[in-house]
């Protein structure tokens, strides 16, 4: 998962995070609703990590309600709308920052901070069999605000517990 896409600064140099590597665990239960659709529930956790700043550790919790169309035996898509929950937890610690040509120390909270965000998501499955499938999603976070919007995507290979 990479999470607000070119919106984080990643090194000194001004470098943008186009590709994050954050693993991540779900789970779905789909189910079959009228007009040859269906309804795909789903939550999911990311592990926690320390993002750019190793004072910060970042958590993110998932909740989706997805409308499913079934194109092919192997293709399907997926839209819907969520809420997004980012656990944030800080150490308290002194940090040494630089600050335009010179350096300077900036506490950070002993603190743990919650965000939430309703986004919508837009994605699809590749089914190899009834077991094994990849999905990849795109997620819009503040898509009424142009100058907030963020986006995120992720990619997964997905086990299917049931016959579904």
């Known amino acids: 998962m ?12 001004g470098g943008r995070n186009y590709f ?13 609703i009228p007009w040859q659709k269906a309804l795909n529930l789903e939550a999911g956790l990311t592990i926690p990590k320390s993002s750019e700043d190793s004072a910060v550790t970042v958590t993110n919790f998932w909740i989706h309600a997805l409308l499913e169309h079934t194109f092919t035996q192997s293709f399907r898509m997926h839209a819907g709308l969520g809420v997004f929950f980012t656990y944030t937890a800080m150490d308290g610690e002194i940090q040494t920052l630089g600050n335009g040509m010179s350096t300077q120390q900036f506490y950070t909270p002993e603190d743990y901070q919650t965000a939430v965000n309703n986004i919508v998501i837009l994605g699809g499955d590749y089914l190899f069999n009834k077991t094994y499938f990849v999905n990849g999603q795109l997620s819009v976070f503040n898509i009424e605000d142009g100058d907030e919007r963020a986006f995120s995507y992720a990619l997964s290979l997905n086990y299917t517990f049931g016959n579904k």
């Open 2 to 13: 990479t999470k607000y896409v070119g919106k984080i600064q990643t090194d000194i140099d």
């Open 20 to 32: 994050t590597f954050n693993p991540f665990i779900r789970a779905n239960y789909r189910t079959d």
